[in-house]
């Protein structure tokens, strides 16, 4: 069965980074493009980064450009988010996704939890 495990969440001071990864199994990792969203208290879940199921193409959310780079390693099912220069709300927990165009539904991890505070 398809199954997405996100890692590398924390808690980070303001300014610093992590790097989540995102280890997929259960379906042919390189044919699908990724995603990497976030939900933070009180919010809707919002798309942060997308890259292609190459890795040749990446997308950002304006509030993010610059700061995070989305990429993925097909040889090992993987894809992360490194995350530089943190801000207070960048805390969310982050999942990582795909969509299954075959049978018109998305795929979610569990999330992973990061916090960026002093």
């Known amino acids: 069965q398809v199954q997405l495990v996100e890692s590398g969440g924390g808690l980070v001071q303001p300014g610093g980074s992590l790097r989540l990864s995102c280890a997929a199994s259960?379906?042919?990792?390189?044919?699908?493009?990724m995603n990497w969203y976030r939900q933070a208290p009180g919010k809707e879940r919002e798309l942060v980064a997308s890259i292609s199921n190459t890795g040749g193409s990446t997308n950002y959310a304006d509030s993010v450009k610059g700061r995070f780079t989305i990429s993925r390693d097909n040889a090992k099912n993987t894809v992360y988010l490194q995350m530089n220069s943190l801000k207070p709300e960048d805390t969310a927990v982050y999942y990582c996704n795909f969509y299954r165009w075959a049978v018109r539904r998305p795929y979610w991890g569990q999330g992973t939890q990061v916090t960026v505070s002093s």
């Open positions: 259960g379906f042919t990792f390189n044919d699908y493009a």
